[in-house]
Structures are given as C-alpha cells and as structure tokens.
C-alpha cells in the first residue's frame, strides 16, 4: 500500500480548506453566488468508472456582478500557493505554470456538465491565494475539451493497467526525483530502492 500522509502533509491540506473557506466568504461579500453543496448537503461532485475515477469541486458560480461580464454556472476552483509558485501562476497562467491543476479544471467541466448543464459553456474562474501575503489572483479558464479527453483518457488507461496487473513506465528512472519523493506510492513503486 501507500504511504500515509505525514503530519505537516495533513496540516498543509487543513490550511488549503481554510483559505478555500475565506475565499467563499470573500467571493460572496462580493456579490457573487456560489453554491458549494447539494441540496442534500453534499459536496458537488461526479463519478465515473464505477467510483474509481471522481472528484469534487470547491464550487459553482450561480450568479454574480454584472460589471465583471462572466457567464453563468461557471466552475470555481481555488488553491492556496506559496509565493514562488504563486507568482508564476500569475506570470505564465495556469495551463502553463500548472498543467495539473488546468487538467483538473478541464475534467471537472466535462464530467459536471451532465449535473450543472452549461458549466462547459462558461470559463472557469481559478482563484489562487498567496499564502504568504493574502494576495488574490483570478483568472478565467475558457473548457478545454482536448485536454480533458487526454486526462480522462489517461485515467482510463491506468485503470486497464490496474486491472491488468500491468506496471506502466516509469515518468522518471529516478527513485529520488522531486515528484516521486512526495509521492505516497514511492515505496510500492520503486521497492524500497529509494
């Protein structure tokens, strides 16, 4: 199995949850509608492949100033980032400064569309918080089908892998690369050569 989460992992995890919830807040002082539960009381979420492939987003924009011109519903995704990586966001935009988080957005907007029809139509609006100076930056991430595809695509694949009992290639040949090191599955993966 994996490993667990450390301490400082769970605590950092907490942290983002809590700037996620004083940005509704802020989002909503603003004037805008966001919706971050189910009628039942539930996070808005999806599911596919029998459960295996699903999340969950921070939440959807109903309504909100009309002097900002945005389209509505519109997914909302938030993360807080250091000041480093926070800058880079600003400086090269999402797709380029975090092709994960923009792989995220895609297939939240593909996988919603079904439950919040429309949702694919609008941008997204990805709110990044420095962490370290409170600063705010927005940007719009208009749906990107290709991507999304290739996300889903890729999900699937690993999926047959798994259920294969296939290993597939490694993304690196080295077991103390930065992305393996922080990876609960290290262990598993590379057999305690690490």
Not at 2 to 18: D, K, M, N, P, W
Not at 109 to 124: C, D, F, K, L, T
Not at 162 to 180: F, G, I, K, S
């Amino acid at each position: 199995m994996g490993r667990e989460f450390s301490g400082t992992t769970l605590r950092i995890f907490e942290a983002g949850h809590v700037f996620e919830e004083t940005a509704i807040r802020w989002l909503r002082l603003a004037g805008f509608e966001i919706h971050t539960e189910t009628s039942q009381g539930e996070q808005y979420g999806f599911s596919a492949a029998d459960g295996r492939i699903q999340g969950h987003v921070d939440g959807i924009l109903a309504n909100g100033p009309e002097v900002i011109g945005l389209g509505y519903p519109a997914l909302w995704e938030c993360k807080s980032l250091n000041n480093k990586s926070w800058k880079d966001t600003i400086k090269r935009g999402l797709t380029l400064s975090k092709p994960v988080y923009a792989a995220q957005v895609a297939l939240y907007q593909a996988y919603m569309e079904p439950h919040v029809p429309g949702i694919s139509q609008n941008p997204a609006i990805f709110t990044a918080i420095n962490k370290d100076t409170a600063e705010l930056y927005f940007e719009q991430v208009p749906f990107n089908g290709q991507l999304a595809q290739q996300a889903s695509d890729r999900g699937v694949r690993i999926l047959q892998a798994c259920d294969a009992h296939e290993l597939l290639p490694r993304m690196v040949n080295d077991p103390t690369h930065y992305e393996c090191k922080f990876c609960s599955w290290q262990d598993r993966c590379w057999g305690g050569k690490a």
